[in-house]
Every structure is written in C-alpha cells, then in structure tokens.
C-alpha cells in the first residue's frame, strides 16, 4: 500500500518562504511521476507542479519562478520549495502520485499572513 505523509507546512510572513516534504512508502519511489496540489476550502484541488520520474518538471503559472518541485530518490522523498510566498498561497498543500490508482497525502496547512 502506498502512503504518501507530507510535512513542512505553517504560518510564514507573505515574502517568506517554507518547504514542504513528502514521503513515500510501500511504492517503488524512483519509478513514479510525482506532483504537488493545493487546496483552499470550497474550492477544487489545484495543480502546482509535477515532476517526472528522470527529474524533467513543469509548474503552473502562479508559481513560476517563486516554487521549485525536486525530488531525492534515495529518500524516497518530494520536495517543494517555496519562495516569496503571498497571502493566495494560504492553502491545504498535497503530494500526489499514481500507480494503478491515485495515492493522495494527507495533507499540510500552509498559511501565508500579510
């Protein structure tokens, strides 16, 4: 069973930055894509960035040049670098991956003050 566990969120000043981790287990970590999502309540999952399983990475538009997703495969964990962080980006922030179904995190709060 895969288990993904993120970590790393909390309460940053708006300019600040925060990284977020995810681990994985009961999965085979270098052969899968990964992603990050986010969510503010009342509203659908949104797409942040994802990651290939040979490292290549594409972002959404609201956070180019501000998040960078990486990966450590030899940790079997994601990463996801935060920087100039804005009020907007207060949100319940995901890891995602897929093998034969989806495998979702449980989820960490990041909350952004101005």
């Known amino acids: 069973q895969v288990q993904l566990v993120e970590s790393g969120g909390g309460l940053v000043q708006a300019g600040g930055s925060l990284k977020l981790s995810c681990v994985v287990s009961g999965g085979t970590f270098y052969i899968y894509d990964m992603a990050w999502y986010r969510q503010v309540p009342g509203k659908p999952r949104d797409f942040i960035a994802h990651?290939?399983?040979?490292?290549?990475?594409n972002y959404a538009d609201f956070v180019k040049g501000r998040f960078t997703i990486s990966r450590d495969n030899a940790q079997d964990t994601l990463y996801l670098q935060m920087n100039m962080l804005k009020p907007e980006d207060t949100a319940v922030y995901y890891c995602?991956?897929?093998?034969?179904?989806?495998?979702w995190g449980q989820g960490t709060q990041v909350t952004v003050c101005s």
């Open positions: 995602y991956t897929r093998d034969r179904r989806d495998h």
């Open positions: 990651i290939h399983r040979y490292g290549h990475t």
